[in-house]
């Protein structure tokens, strides 16, 4: 039996919207000494052309991928359609394909890639949500369209998203609330409507006494920070997270969110530390 393969998996929402080329390079500088030694794939959201240009031209990673090559802005898009979502990654972790996931209503704050790493396949999802704020009806429809590429699935799969949600994310994942209830459990709730798990709830399940500490110091949650919200009283939220299949092992969980707001972003950088074991079982 093999050993198990061993990847670094980092999911980072930029915000760089009109961000100049230093601060994007200050950000992917952040992000290059949070790679690791070993083989590593980057989800990362709200990637301005501007940064993906940066990134490319940095020569940081081996291969790339960007949702508005896939799906270019409209000539009246604007704003947040003007953002995309970028997966990335070195040898011997190898790009075979990547594509925008068509049926969701904004294609553009989507990528999935299919991965290679020491014969073992994988999918990959850098994942957007939106906000909720004026998309009404849209928010279902988009969570009920990416379920259609979770389930049901061939191959093991990593997630990195931006949910914006949940708006409680208590220590028991059964009392956790969320902004739009009728849809954001189907795929980030208690009982989901794939069988992806958060890897930090993973982790602190193997890490009974972290979990323990979480609860006396912060008893409703969140379980980490990585992000702020509300503008006059602003309180910590949980709003980016990796999800697994369970063909992952989770070593390792960890969100930098003082550090990544030094960078210049707004949103913790995350990165769990995962495995495949023997792939016969895959």
């Known amino acids: 039996m093999r050993q198990a393969t061993d990847l670094r998996f980092i999911t980072w929402n930029l915000n760089v919207m009109g961000a100049s080329e230093d601060r994007v390079g200050r950000e992917l500088d952040f992000l290059a000494s949070q790679l690791g030694d070993g083989p590593a794939v980057v989800a990362l959201q709200e990637a301005s052309p501007t940064a993906y240009d940066v990134l490319v031209r940095s020569r940081l990673f081996e291969w790339h991928e960007y949702s508005l090559v896939h799906r270019p802005p409209g000539p009246f898009d604007r704003g947040n359609r003007r953002l995309g979502c970028v997966l990335a ?3 011997p972790a190898m790009l075979r394909r990547a594509v925008v996931l068509a049926r969701t209503p904004f294609p553009d704050r989507t990528l999935m890639a299919e991965i290679e790493l020491e014969g073992s396949r ?7 949500s939106l906000t909720g704020v004026g998309y009404n009806l849209t928010k279902g429809a988009a969570y009920r369209s990416l379920l259609e590429y979770l389930t049901p699935r061939t191959v093991p799969i990593l ?3 931006d949910m914006n949600t949940p708006s409680v994310d208590h220590p028991d994942l059964d009392k956790s609330e969320f902004c739009w209830p009728k849809h954001e459990p189907l795929v980030f ?3 989901p409507e794939h069988d992806l798990k958060d890897a930090l709830r993973t982790w602190l399940a193997a890490h009974p006494e972290r979990m323990a500490a ?11 920070t990585s992000h702020m919200i509300g503008k006059k009283n602003p309180k910590p939220a949980r709003y980016d997270a990796i999800w697994a299949s369970p063909e992952w092992r989770v070593d390792d969980v960890r969100y930098l969110f003082d550090e990544a707001v030094d960078a210049g972003s707004d949103h913790a950088l995350v990165y769990a530390d995962v495995g495949l074991g023997d792939p016969r079982l895959l």
């Not at 006396?216 to 969140?222: D, L, Q, V, Y």
């Open 214 to 224: 979480i609860r006396e110091e912060r008893p409703e949650g969140p379980l980490m």
């Open 159 to 161: 997630f990195g998203a």
């Open 122 to 128: 994988f999918m990959a999802i850098s994942y957007h």
């Open 189 to 191: 709730g208690p009982t």
């Open 89 to 91: 990654g070195n040898s």
